[in-house]
């Protein structure tokens, strides 16, 4: 079992960069699929970005290009780094870990884009 937990929201103007970590506890991170979804006002939870165990990265369409994500196993983190963020990045962000039928989330952390 993992448990998560994220850091690194605020509150930032258009076009500025965030970085959220995700620190991760328990056994075999290596082998999780880690991923960051986020759910704005009055919207279903949406994928973010998503790394697998081989590094294989996808990211929502929204965000490629300004968005990247990657993990460091021997120090159990995932992190998404933001740039050119736009006000339609607000949310909540989550941290996710797959592996199987598993799937484990972190309690969030708030992304506010605005002037």
């Known amino acids: 079992q993992v448990q998560l937990v994220e850091s690194g929201g605020g509150l930032v103007q258009p076009g500025g960069s965030l970085r959220l970590s995700c620190a991760a506890s328990?056994?075999?991170?290596?082998?999780?699929?880690m991923g960051w979804y986020r759910q704005a006002p009055g919207k279903q939870r949406e994928l973010v970005a998503v790394i697998n165990i081989g590094g294989t990265i996808n990211y929502a369409d929204s965000v490629k290009g300004r968005f990247t994500i990657s993990r460091t196993n021997s120090k159990k983190m995932v992190y998404l780094q933001m740039n050119n963020l736009k006000p339609e990045d607000t949310a909540v962000y989550y941290c996710?870990?797959?592996?199987?039928?598993?799937?484990?989330w972190g309690q969030g952390t708030q992304v506010t884009v605005s002037s």
């Open positions: 328990g056994s075999s991170f290596s082998i999780y699929t």
């Open positions: 996710n870990g797959r592996i199987g039928t598993m799937t484990f």
